[in-house]
């Protein structure tokens, strides 16, 4: 049967048809899954009792790495199936979870999720980080299926959206604060809006974060030495990694850097811009600073820096993907981008796992959590423009004693986040098995 939010999601939808289709026909990723999307799913459900894991996106994904591990050792006579809403989380899922069955998560349509419920059957499902549709939520406790949201993080927005919800069917969150479901929240600030919405305090569990239990701290001396001759960096030269830069960014790393050339002797510099396809434009500013470039794609084919002057005045630009972490490794100091302009900061953990000294700029509200807990340690350094930039470094530089214990700080602070896999399955393991009598 229809409800109130098919209503809103048609005249949504008949209102932004245009836009809508303009993004079908132009964008292939608008297409990506339409007919899973659509509950026109192929997986079929097996003979084992399923458990279905929702992932929105990569980082998602990558979130829910350790914890589908341990589910498949504590829950072995379970199938467990993965649903995520983008191409690239789907792209992503299938490298990391080969052999399971991967889908599209189905439109929040009452019709359409009724459909992908009936196929699949789940025993639990586990929606990772902020995944609550009303629809989908209404249709689970309809079958009696249990919903964790774990990993689980609301903001101030996000929670104005579900007291709407809730003004807008009663029936909606009625099923969400059902007993069956349960929520492992990262953070008490999250804890806080989940109460706040009406769920009862014995429904949640404040965790912590899985992202940690991710996090790489240490990365093998072969890989590192490998990087070191492709670069060709010499043992006493003092790297500086700008990684996932953003365009406004690498012209005030470049003036930077010449300033701090003028003072440091052995100084080199990596830039990792966020999108590849800005590469051309990132050589084009490091040449009108008077600098030389090297791209690692053409390292990697088997060109060389042409000579030991032009190497010392070569700045490397990383045009490939998926090599930020080795490249964070070799680092005598990490600038984590997108932060000196208000585009909200990059993953700041990564290089802090390492233990590198991490510095960003003022604008990192995206990572808002993690740039606490490094402050709030004192293992993270943050420049509010060019000129508190240039200090900051030229600090580190001069007191290589404090720049290593800022790292070692900032892997500690790191290292101590971990263990949240372990305390999720705990609270699987007592709901799920209460309710199911497994």
């Not at 048609?10 to 007919?35: C, D, E, H, Q």
């Not at 899922?93 to 789940?122: C, M, Q, T």
Request: hydrophobic letters at 45%; glycine letters at 6%; aromatic letters at 10%.
């Amino acid at each position: 049967m229809p409800t109130i939010f098919d209503a809103f999601y048609v005249t949504a939808l008949a209102f932004g048809s245009p836009y809508f289709l303009s993004k079908l026909l132009i964008n292939k990723r608008f297409r990506a899954g339409l007919l899973q999307r659509l509950g026109f799913n192929q997986v079929k459900n097996g003979k084992h009792p399923c458990i279905w894991i929702h992932c929105a996106s990569v980082g998602e994904v990558l979130t829910a790495k350790p914890l589908v591990k341990s589910i498949e050792k504590e829950f072995n006579g379970f199938e467990i199936v993965l649903s995520v809403n983008t191409d690239t989380g789907f792209s992503v899922a299938e490298k990391y979870f080969e052999g399971k069955r991967i889908f599209y998560f189905p439109l929040d349509l009452s019709w359409v999720v009724d459909k992908v419920l009936n196929l699949i059957r789940p025993q639990f499902i586990i929606l990772i980080e902020l995944e609550i549709w009303p629809n989908f939520i209404i249709a689970a406790a309809k079958r009696h299926v249990p919903v964790a949201l774990v990993n689980a993080r609301i903001s101030g927005n996000s929670a104005k959206w579900y007291r709407l919800f809730s003004r807008m069917s009663n029936t909606f969150f009625k099923n969400l604060l059902t007993k069956e479901n349960f929520f492992c929240a990262r953070t008490q600030a999250d804890a806080a809006r989940l109460k706040e919405l009406g769920i009862s305090e014995s429904q949640i569990t404040i965790t912590g974060n899985m992202k940690y239990d991710n996090i790489v701290t240490d990365i093998s001396a072969n890989a590192k030495e490998q990087l070191l001759r492709l670069f060709e960096l010499e043992v006493d030269e003092r790297v500086i990694v700008c990684g996932s830069t953003f365009e406004g960014e690498e012209i005030v790393l470049l003036r930077v850097f010449k300033d701090l050339c003028a003072k440091f002797n052995k100084l080199r510099l990596i830039i990792v811009p966020r999108h590849i396809e800005r590469v051309s434009d990132v050589t084009k500013q490091i040449e009108s600073m008077g600098f030389n470039y090297a791209k690692k794609s053409s390292l990697d084919k088997g060109e060389k820096i042409a000579s030991h002057r032009d190497r010392h005045n070569t700045i490397l630009v990383v045009d490939t993907v998926g090599e930020l972490l080795t490249i964070y490794s070799i680092a005598y100091c990490v600038f984590v981008g997108r932060s000196l302009i208000p585009h909200g900061g990059q993953n700041v953990v990564e290089p802090a796992g390492l233990a590198k000294p991490v510095i960003v700029g003022p604008h990192t509200f995206n990572f808002k959590e993690e740039v606490g807990l490094l402050k709030e340690a004192n293992a993270i350094m943050i420049a509010e423009d060019e000129l508190s930039l240039s200090k900051t470094i030229s600090y580190l530089l001069e007191h290589p004693e404090e720049s290593g214990e800022i790292g070692r700080r900032a892997q500690l602070t790191v290292t101590k986040q971990m263990g949240v896999v372990d305390r999720n399955m705990k609270i699987l393991k007592e709901h799920f098995l209460k309710e199911r009598n497994v």
